[in-house]
């Protein structure tokens, strides 16, 4: 696994994020849509200060703010319904519903079910 360092555009604290490995290109995707041995688990960076989740935590939408102030944000990072491996991705989706991308968020809590699903 590679780690770059990362500072969150929310909190500004610095972090080592993974990267997730480029999908091998013989791996042939699952009925689901996803990719072949999905490494989706990796696919969002998370700021282990503030809790914001994002593909890359160093900026974030200028709409975000108050919502990851809020007390939404904070519900949804101790949500237990939820494994902690598939949280971020609903952290980063209520995010995007927050600023109007919902079918980006629609796609991110996908995800975050496939990451359920990884983990049986």
């Known amino acids: 696994m590679i780690f770059r360092p990362v ?9 080592n994020q993974s990267q997730a ?3 091998d290109a013989s791996d042939v995707p699952d009925l689901d849509t ?5 490494s989706v688990a990796n696919w969002l960076e ?12 160093s900026s974030v939408h200028e709409k975000a703010g108050p919502w990851l102030e809020g007390e939404g944000h904070r519900r949804a990072l101790t949500d ?3 494994p902690s491996e598939a949280r971020r991705f609903l952290v980063h989706a209520l995010v ?5 991308q919902l079918a980006d968020a629609g796609w991110i809590a996908l995800q975050g079910a496939w990451v359920c ?3 049986g």
């Open 21 to 23: 490995p480029a999908p």
């Open 7 to 15: 500072f969150c555009g929310f909190c500004s604290t610095k972090s």
């Open 96 to 100: 995007l519903r927050e600023v109007g």
């Open 80 to 82: 237990e319904s939820a």
């Open 46 to 57: 998370q700021c282990p200060q503030c809790g914001y989740a994002a593909s890359d935590i």
């Open 34 to 38: 996803r990719p072949g041995k999905s």
């Open 117 to 119: 699903d990884d983990l």
